[in-house]
């Protein structure tokens, strides 16, 4: 399993997902409050932001613990954007621990972390062109071919984890995606909780803090974020 979060809103630093909570996704690597498979999260980490002057969102990945990278605490107070997604890896057993494997995957302006696991076999069909031969890499690559055949980034991931779901009961497919204006994530076999603020959303596997306002979103569900609305469905 993995933890994510992700911001859309007014700008801020990366640190906000990560160093600055009580439980950002730095304490989540090593002692994450609400996960349901595996106990630390040190196969890798990645993070992806949004800057006015490039077409495509910059990423920052790596294959070590979140918490060996010296030079992270520095990048994450630079970089700043106004939408933000970042991850802390728990390989499945048998895959790969390289940075190809490690979310966020991207493409165009998408950026997508998978938190759980699932058969390669039920998502093959459904991909083309995965950046590595981990389950996530290939959900990723699946998400994207939907969105490059028209749909929109919440219908992308709805779309596949319900097919991918039907071929592999006991799959876990909770995915969290952006395209810099808005976030969709999905829950199936794991937590996933947002908070609005006065001036954004945030999103995350767990909690960031003990402050009220969390909201959980129910098990099989989507969630779409824009500026403007929240919005909770059934998958």
């Known amino acids: 399993m993995c933890r994510h979060a992700a911001w859309l809103g007014a700008a801020r630093p990366l640190t906000s997902l990560i160093h ?20 630390i999260n040190a196969d890798g980490f990645g993070m992806g ?17 979140i918490w060996t990278d010296a030079n992270l605490p520095a990048l994450a107070e630079v970089a700043r954007s106004t939408c933000l997604l970042a991850a802390v890896r ?3 057993v048998g895959m790969p621990i390289e940075e190809s494997a490690t979310a966020p995957f991207t493409d165009g302006t998408w950026l997508l972390s998978h938190n759980g696991r699932v058969m390669r076999d039920a998502v093959k069909d459904l991909a083309d062109g995965a950046e590595s031969t981990c389950d996530a890499a290939w959900v990723a690559a699946a998400v994207f071919q939907r969105g490059r055949a028209g749909a929109g980034l919440g219908e992308a991931l709805a779309h596949v984890v319900v097919r991918a779901g039907e071929k592999d009961p006991a799959a876990r497919l909770n995915l969290l995606a952006c395209d810099g204006a808005s976030i969709a994530a999905t829950v199936w076999g794991d937590t996933l909780f947002h908070h609005r603020l006065h001036d954004g959303v945030l999103v995350a596997s767990e909690p960031l ?23 909770v469905q059934p998958l």
């Open 49 to 65: 932001w949004y800057d006015p002057d490039r077409a495509e969102p910059v990423r920052y990945r790596r294959s070590v613990p």
């Open 209 to 231: 803090d003990d402050l009220p306002g969390w909201q959980a979103v129910p098990e099989r569900s989507l969630l779409t974020v824009t500026r403007d609305d929240v919005r």
């Open 20 to 39: 600055e909570p009580p439980y950002g996704l730095l304490v989540q690597s090593y002692a994450p409050r609400r996960q349901r498979a595996g106990l």
């Open 90 to 92: 728990s390989a499945t």
